[in-house]
């Protein structure tokens, strides 16, 4: 059966349509409406606890949205991160913020975090050419159900919190499982593991 083409939208277009409520991201000019399960939302609920933590901690002058838009260098994507950490103070220089919550500087982004689900070829191929194309420091995978493609979590298939750090313009990565403590570029401080994200499924914080 013949299958009509979707004609793509522009960002601007979907910015316009966008509505207050719902997640809905731009891929590539087509409208995809995000649906995380409960576990997701579990596991990125504790990760913005924990760093919101030690935003104050340390002084920070960082910030967790809750629906901020990053929007691609080809002005064709616009992604909601699971967990957007913001650097304030370059806020003025994004000419979208006050008008829709929307950036797409690197100086803006210190880390991004997407947390897998079923749709995890977004996070590992998609998501990840687009934040390193921006430039973005530091990416965050965390495939606590071990989702993932072999290639990117070995053959035993663990869960594993992948750490992308931009190194000449190229994302190099390292991986996090069990009671693995979590480095951290832009939280060097952070004092938390691999497992304690995980068992966030179970309301364990």
Same mark, same amino acid.
């Not at 910015?15 to 576990?39: A, S």
């Not at 191929?125 to 965050?140: A, D, L, Q």
């Given at each position: 059966? *013949?299958? /009509?083409? #979707?004609?793509?939208?522009? =960002?601007?277009? *979907?910015?316009? !349509?966008?509505?207050?409520?719902?997640?809905?991201?731009?891929?590539?000019? #087509?409208? #995809?409406?995000?649906?995380?399960?409960?576990?997701?939302?579990?596991?990125?609920? *504790?990760?913005?606890?924990?760093? +919101?933590?030690?935003?104050?901690?340390?002084?920070?002058?960082?910030?967790?949205?809750?629906?901020? $838009? @990053?929007?691609?260098?080809?002005?064709?994507?616009?992604?909601? /991160?699971?967990?957007?950490?913001?650097? %304030?103070?370059? %806020? @003025?220089?994004?000419?979208? !913020?006050?008008?829709?919550?929307? @950036?797409?500087?690197?100086?803006?982004?210190?880390?991004?975090?997407? @947390? &897998?689900?079923?749709? !995890?070829?977004?996070?590992?191929? =998609?998501?990840?050419?687009?934040?390193?194309?921006?430039?973005?420091?530091?990416? !965050?995978? &965390?495939?606590?159900?071990?989702?993932?493609?072999?290639?990117?979590?070995?053959?035993?298939?663990? /869960?594993?919190?992948?750490?992308?750090?931009?190194?000449?313009?190229?994302?190099? &990565?390292?991986? *996090?499982?069990? +009671?693995?403590?979590?480095?951290?570029?832009?939280?060097?401080? $952070?004092? %938390?593991?691999?497992?304690?994200? =995980?068992?966030?499924? %179970?309301?364990?914080?």
């Amino acid at each position: 059966m *013949f299958q /009509p083409l #979707v004609e793509p939208i522009t =960002f601007e277009e *979907f910015l316009e !349509w966008k509505p207050e409520n719902g997640r809905y991201e731009l891929h590539k000019g #087509v409208i #995809v409406e995000m649906q995380p399960t409960g576990d997701h939302e579990l596991v990125r609920a *504790f990760l913005i606890r924990e760093l +919101n933590f030690e935003i104050r901690r340390c002084s920070l002058a960082y910030s967790i949205p809750s629906q901020a $838009l @990053v929007k691609s260098v080809d002005k064709k994507s616009g992604y909601i /991160p699971d967990v957007l950490v913001l650097n %304030l103070p370059n %806020l @003025v220089n994004e000419p979208l !913020w006050k008008k829709a919550s929307t @950036v797409s500087q690197a100086e803006s982004i210190p880390l991004i975090i997407e @947390v &897998v689900s079923t749709n !995890w070829r977004d996070d590992y191929f =998609f998501k990840f050419g687009e934040y390193e194309e921006i430039r973005i420091p530091e990416y !965050w995978i &965390v495939d606590y159900a071990a989702l993932g493609g072999k290639r990117f979590i070995g053959e035993s298939k663990q /869960p594993t919190i992948s750490v992308y750090g931009l190194i000449e313009c190229e994302y190099q &990565v390292n991986q *996090f499982r069990g +009671n693995n403590r979590i480095q951290s570029p832009t939280f060097p401080e $952070l004092n %938390l593991t691999a497992e304690q994200v =995980f068992q966030a499924v %179970l309301g364990e914080y």
